[in-house]
């Protein structure tokens, strides 16, 4: 089964700073990537996903991602942090026979301090 | 607006109390899903639909049953809810299926607490 592994509980980054959320998956063949936020009393919104071609990945609200099939991360990063980037992050895999499910990670949350 | 809507929001009920989550989407989806989110445990499948009248077991269904006689609507059912099921329930739906690049739409959320 396809699973991704989210190491850190919390990231803590100031204002302006660049921020990096961490993402590893396991899975067998081609990965289907995806990260999610989710923001306090909010579902989950969709940020970017990787299925192929190019290893950086650019989604919504600034944010990338870096898809590295050596190390099997696909990091989530911002060059400049905001302190509304503040929320809860999902990396997700997609796995199921038809491909009809998303395995989530444990989640990070993400704390950006003024 | 595109959504998918779950209601309700928030419920409280009692340990043996049948009830009902809905979910319906107006994009007209072929694939709905639920999940529930524990903390530490991330999201975690419980059901999904491809079609009308098909359904199947996610990695968690214990516990739940779900139907889908309408494309639009997708409810979750607890016949007979228990504590472990205390939980933040999501909705989803996506136009195919979900992981194949065309992502999923997620409705609030649903804060059960069975006490």
């Known amino acids: 089964a396809q699973s991704v592994a989210q190491p850190e509980d919390q990231v803590n980054v100031a204002e302006g700073n660049p921020l990096t959320v961490k993402c590893t998956y396991s899975?067998?063949?081609?990965?289907?990537l995806f990260w999610y936020v989710q923001y306090p009393n909010r579902g989950l919104q969709f940020l970017l996903k990787y299925i192929t071609g190019d290893n950086l990945v650019k989604g919504s609200y600034g944010f990338e991602a870096e898809f590295n099939k050596s190390q099997t991360s696909f990091h989530l990063k911002k060059p400049s942090a905001l302190v509304s980037d503040s929320a809860l992050y999902f990396c997700a895999v997609r796995d199921g026979e038809y491909g009809n499910k998303l395995v989530f990670g444990a989640g990070t949350i993400l704390r950006v301090k003024s | 607006e595109a959504q998918v809507t779950q209601n309700p929001r928030y419920l409280i009920t009692v340990t043996g109390k049948k009830l009902t989550v809905t979910c319906s989407q107006n994009m007209n989806h072929e694939y709905m899903s639920w999940y529930r989110q524990d903390p530490g445990l991330g999201l975690r499948q419980i059901y999904y639909?491809?079609?009308?009248?098909?359904?199947d077991k996610g990695d968690v269904p214990e516990g739940y049953k779900v139907s889908r006689k309408e494309k639009r609507n997708f409810p979750l059912i607890l016949e007979s809810p228990s504590p472990n099921q205390t939980s933040l329930y999501f909705c989803?739906?996506?136009?195919?299926?979900?992981?194949?690049?065309?992502?999923?739409?997620f409705g609030s959320g649903t804060r059960l607490t069975v006490v």
């Open positions: 899975v067998s063949g081609n990965p289907y």
């Open positions: 639909s491809m079609n009308v009248e098909v359904t």
């Open positions: 989803a739906s996506s136009l195919g299926p979900g992981a194949l690049g065309y992502g999923y739409t």
